[in-house]
């Protein structure tokens, strides 16, 4: 699903430093903006609420709750993610759009149903707060698994004015509302952000009712092929708890943190670092948007074009040297911008740090996840490349790699001291990010093989 890739890279070609500025710029916002757009927005609320004289401890349960909402709902969300996006983009290369708006309310259904269904008990029994608090909570995690659903689509959309657009002011109304009901402490916030959210929930079902016809409200059909369903449910669940084993292991061994509201635990000083490093991804993202969903996805059509129109061997050969090439010039790409944004972080990491208020010492901890995150980036557009040439059982041993070995990685630096905090997770994605270049290096190899013999 490569249209607003496609739809970038024809700003790139008027050939101006300003088109260059604008592309990556909508590349960015539209592959990393929710993230990091939320991380913002998130962090706005805390210190505008501080200032209209929120309690402190008001603003650390609701960053905190936040947090736990978003980390629970990726990973109840990420199976669904990747299974749903594999339905959708057989039914569209098939020409067969029509069935993809009703699966998507199938999906919608399964996700937020089946989400209410086992978060209600355990948020109405394990939090003691107000009845109201409890049901936002509910709510925002309702919300949010709709959501993560949603942002399938955006790499499919070619507007991408209107995604962008549409992105600030769900955020930018978020801020407002919360604002605006700070005086509930607690609930107004998670209010606001429950109102930004559903905003952007909405206007994305707007957008998509709009780019996918349908002729029927509700369909399953995503769940026919079982095997295709069971790898990709493990691996999009095996992915986000890699990415948040070691904030769960910070989060509830006692030694590193501390009780903050109901259940809910928070380690001061692991937390800020880590989310403040994801902030610097959007560089990556608007490069692996870019170079990955458009020079990779179009080779990838020309070479499975060839092999099915019965080209030359040495065509079809040459074919896949281009399709190798523009990997490699994305990964490389992707490397080159990361690369330089981690420099950038190098130097100018204290002044940042000071700038937003976090102590110097959180420095050490800072560089480390600004390296961890940045590989992620790259782990991320490889394990792509494997999905454009399905590599399914490849991709499901990465990412069982990335979970156990953040998994042991973080325990070990627990026992070792403070001083290595963060080389748990910096460690098992460098050592997954390596491990995935082998099987891709290896893939490559194979694919006229694989293409042609292997086939059912």
């Not at 978003?70 to 959708?88: D, E, H, K, P, V």
């Not at 809910?264 to 692996?288: N, Q």
């Not at 896949?320 to 490397?335: K, L, S, T």
């Not at 042991?408 to 270049?437: D, M, P, Q, R, W």
Request: include cysteine; aromatic fraction near 16%.
């Amino acid at each position: 699903m490569t249209s607003i890739g496609s739809e970038i890279r024809k700003i790139l070609e008027r050939d101006s430093y300003w088109s260059v500025l604008r592309a990556y710029g909508y590349a960015g916002l539209v592959s990393g903006g929710p993230w990091v757009l939320s991380i913002l927005s998130i962090m706005m609320i805390g210190i505008l609420a501080v200032t209209l004289g929120v309690a402190q401890g008001e603003v650390n349960a609701f960053q905190i709750c936040v947090t736990y909402l978003m980390a629970a709902s990726l990973i109840w969300t990420g199976g669904m993610q990747l299974m749903f996006t594999r339905f959708a983009a057989d039914q569209t290369y098939a020409n067969n759009k029509v069935e993809v708006l009703p699966n998507l309310f199938g999906v919608l259904l399964v996700t937020m149903g089946g989400g209410f269904l086992w978060a209600a008990p355990f948020i109405f029994w394990f939090f003691e707060g107000p009845f109201a608090q409890e049901l936002l909570l509910l709510s925002n995690f309702i919300v949010l698994s709709g959501l993560w659903i949603t942002l399938i689509f955006l790499s499919g959309m070619k507007a991408y004015r209107r995604i962008v657009w549409t992105l600030v002011k769900g955020y930018s109304l978020g801020i407002v509302v919360a604002l605006a009901a700070s005086s509930w402490a607690l609930s107004g916030l998670l209010l606001g952000v429950l109102v930004g959210h559903s905003y952007l929930l909405f206007s994305f079902l707007h957008h998509i009712v709009r780019e996918y016809p349908g002729h029927s409200l509700l369909k399953f059909d995503f769940f026919r092929n079982r095997r295709n369903f069971y790898i990709l449910l493990a691996v999009g669940t095996l992915y986000y708890l890699a990415i948040w084993v070691d904030k769960f292991i910070f989060w509830f061994v006692p030694v590193t943190s501390e009780a903050v509201i109901g259940p809910l635990r928070a380690s001061i000083i692991y937390d800020l670092p880590i989310f403040l490093a994801y902030l610097f991804i959007l560089p990556g993202m608007a490069v692996f948007l870019v170079t990955m969903e458009a020079d990779f996805a179009e080779q990838h059509e020309r070479f499975y074009r060839a092999v099915r129109e019965g080209d030359t061997l040495m065509h079809i050969e040459y074919r896949r040297d281009q399709m190798v090439y523009a990997a490699r010039q994305g990964i490389y790409e992707i490397f080159k911008v990361q690369g330089l944004t981690v420099v950038l972080c190098l130097l100018w990491g204290r002044e940042l740090l000071h700038a937003v208020g976090i102590s110097p010492l959180y420095i050490h901890l800072f560089y480390i996840d600004v390296v961890a995150v940045s590989v992620q980036v790259l782990l991320m557009a490889i394990l792509n490349v494997l999905f454009y040439l399905d590599a399914r059982k490849e991709v499901l041993l990465i990412t069982a790699c990335f979970f156990i070995t953040n998994l042991i990685f973080t325990f070990a630096t627990l026992h070792l001291g403070a001083e290595t905090f963060g080389y748990g997770f910096a460690a098992s994605v460098t050592l997954s990010a390596f491990l995935s270049l082998f099987i891709l290096s290896r893939k490559f190899n194979r694919l006229e093989y694989e293409t042609f013999m292997l086939q059912n």
